[in-house]
């Protein structure tokens, strides 16, 4: 009978060890299940976190971007048109005074016109900056063609491209953005990159935009902390968003760089 009860007792006792083991089993999967959520949830709101402050960086750079662009274009206006306007005043005064003699009036007569043509070309060329008009009329490859020629014409720089682009494949405000992108591409080549010769193609496959460009300028390092986006390459990875495009950057030092967008 002691027997019996003994062993008894030994199954209850398995049983019960047995019940504790599997609670403590339990309890762990529950805590590794919690941290683990916990953990993801924490890299979750990291990455939102690190979206959302990307996305007010662009923000940031396309209004600093706007404000500087006002800004010279205010200047533009203050000393090329209101300083030329001013001058056309005082000689249209002279004109009106009377007390001139006929080789005076010539003159004065003559200032006016070249200083009125002279004001009407850099008012063309605000309205140019703002606008191109070739890219109004005739759309995206045009204006780039004009814009490429415009630059091989100097000879310092030369650009070579490829476009195969159907006109209104992108609507006139997204044209825009694409162009303001490649005038900021060539910017950075020349000005940092000191390169001389620029490549651009752009084509349509597949109802997908491909622009690549690529420059034998001097490169940069991604991957070292030096290299920080200024604000031009913020304000080309602002017009990419806008247009709902991927933008992929490949450089190393001296070997030039190349930019592939996909819209």
Partial sequence: MEELFSKDNQVITIVIIGVILLLLMAVSLLLFFFFSRKKIIEKELEKKSAEIEHQKELI????????????????????????????????????????????????????????????????????????????????????????????????????????????NYLNKTQELHLFRVLQELINN????????????????????????????????????SKFQKGLGMKNIESRVELLNGTLKIKSTVKSGATFTINI
């Fill in 189 to 224: 080549s020349i000005r940092h990159g000191k390169a001389k010769n620029i490549n651009l193609v752009l084509e349509i496959d597949n109802s997908k935009l491909h622009f690549k460009y690529s420059d034998d300028g001097i490169g940069f390092d991604l991957k070292r």
């Fill in 60 to 167: 940031h750079a396309t209004i600093l971007t706007q404000e500087i662009e006002r800004k010279r274009i205010a200047q533009d206006l203050h000393d090329d048109i209101s300083s030329k306007l001013n001058v056309i005043h005082l000689n249209s005064n002279l004109l009106l005074e009377g007390d001139l003699s006929k080789k005076e009036y010539l003159e004065v007569n003559n200032s006016i016109i070249d200083i009125t043509n002279r004001a009407l070309q850099s008012a063309r060329k605000i309205a140019h900056d703002l606008l191109p008009p070739i890219l109004e009329k005739f759309g995206l490859q045009s204006a780039i063609e004009e814009l490429a020629d415009d630059f091989n014409t100097s000879k310092k720089t030369l650009i070579s491209y490829t476009l195969k682009y159907h006109k």
